[in-house]
C-alpha cells in the first residue's frame, strides 16, 4: 500500500491537486507543506508511512500543481487558504485525521484544528510555528512591509523569491549540504518562476501578519483541547527557532519536542528519523 497516487479534487470549482497512499481504511494523516514549496516535500516521509496510514498531501492553493488564479479572482491570505482546505478535506470526505504542519502548513493547519477540534486526532508540526519567541531576526524585512506597506518595502522582501535564496533555505544549518538533493528546491524555483507567482507570494508575506495576530488563538485551542502533539524541529532554522517548539509545551504540557541537527527543510535529511519519531507517538495515540 506504499505506492502513491497522484489526485484532483474540484473544490468549489477550485482543483486542489494531492498526492495519496496507504490503504483507504487507515488512520488518515494530512500533510501540509509550507513556502515555497508543495507537496512534493514529503516524496521522502510518504513511502515510510504509508504502511501504517492513509496519506493526504495537497498542495495548497496558489503552489504546486493546484490553481494558481490570478489575485483579481482569488485573495491569497492564509484565512481563505484555510478555507480552500478545509473544505478539500470535507470534499474528499475525511472525517477525522491527524495534521502534519510545516510553514505555511501550520498557520492553515491550526486555523482548521481550531474550527474542528473534534476531527484532529493528533498534530505534528516540523518547523511550525504558534509563538512569538519561535519567530526570528530574519523575519524583520517582512515585519517592515507589514508595518509600512508601502512598494519600496514590498519590492524589499523579492529577494526571498530569488533562485539562490531557495537553494540557501534547503541547506542553511545543514551539516553536510551535499545530502540535500537539488530536485526539491530546484522544483519550488520552477514554481516560483511562475508568471503572477512573484505577487502572490508576496501577498502572502503581507497577510502573515494575521497568523500572528492567531497566534493567541491557536494557543487557546492548544491548551482547551490539548490534542496529541508532537514537535520535530530542525533546530538550525534560521527563521523558527527552537524556543518556538519548546513553547508548545507550555499549554500542551504533555507534548513531545523533538530537535534535529538540521535546518528548516528538515525531511530532506532526517525523513527517516522524523518517520520514526511519528510511528512511535502515534502509535500511542491513533
Known amino acids: 500500500m506504499t505506492a502513491i497516487k497522484y489526485r484532483s479534487a474540484n473544490v468549489d470549482g477550485f482543483k486542489i491537486f494531492y498526492r495519496e497512499a496507504g490503504a483507504a481504511d487507515a488512520p488518515v494523516l494530512l500533510l501540509l507543506h509550507g513556502f515555497p514549496s508543495a507537496g512534493h516535500m514529503f516524496r521522502d ?3 515510510l508511512l504509508a504502511d501504517r496510514f492513509r496519506i493526504v498531501a495537497p498542495d495548497l492553493p496558489g503552489f504546486g500543481q493546484s490553481d494558481m488564479p490570478a489575485r483579481n479572482n482569488f485573495t491569497y491570505t492564509f484565512d481563505h487558504i484555510a478555507d480552500v482546505i478545509d ?12 495534521i502534519y504542519v510545516f510553514d505555511y502548513g501550520a498557520p492553515t493547519g491550526f486555523r482548521i484544528a481550531a474550527k474542528h477540534p473534534d476531527r484532529i486526532t493528533a498534530i505534528i508540526s516540523q518547523n511550525g510555528n504558534a509563538y512569538e519567541e519561535g519567530l526570528s531576526e530574519g523575519w524583520n524585512p517582512i515585519r517592515a512591509y507589514w508595518q509600512e506597506p508601502s512598494q519600496a518595502n514590498r519590492d524589499a522582501l523579492r ?9 540557501w533555505q534547503y541547506t542553511h544549518g545543514v551539516a553536510d549540504e551535499a545530502s540535500v538533493s537539488p530536485d526539491g528546491l530546484s ?5 516560483l518562476a511562475r508568471p503572477g507567482a512573484d ?10 501578519k494575521s497568523n500572528i495576530a492567531l497566534y493567541p488563538a491557536f494557543q487557546n485551542y492548544f491548551r482547551t483541547h ?30 513531545v519536542v523533538s530537535f534535529f541537527d538540521t535546518g528548516h527543510f528538515a525531511l530532506e535529511t532526517h525523513a527517516t528519523e522524523i518517520a520514526a519519531a511519528m510511528r512511535e507517538f502515534l502509535a500511542r495515540h491513533i
Open 159 to 167: 529577494a526571498f523569491l530569488a533562485p539562490e535564496t531557495t537553494r
Open 187 to 191: 522544483l519550488d524555483n520552477f514554481y
Open 87 to 98: 473544505r478539500f478535506t470535507e470534499v474528499i470526505g475525511l472525517k477525522r485525521f491527524a
Open 226 to 255: 490539548k490534542p496529541p502533539f508532537l514537535a520535530v524541529w530542525g533546530k538550525n532554522d534560521p527563521f523558527f527557532l527552537p524556543p518556538g517548539a519548546e513553547a508548545f509545551k507550555r499549554d500542551m504540557p504533555d507534548a
Open 45 to 47: 516521509l510518504i513511502p
Open 199 to 208: 505577487e502572490i507570494q508576496l501577498d502572502l508575506f503581507g497577510d502573515y
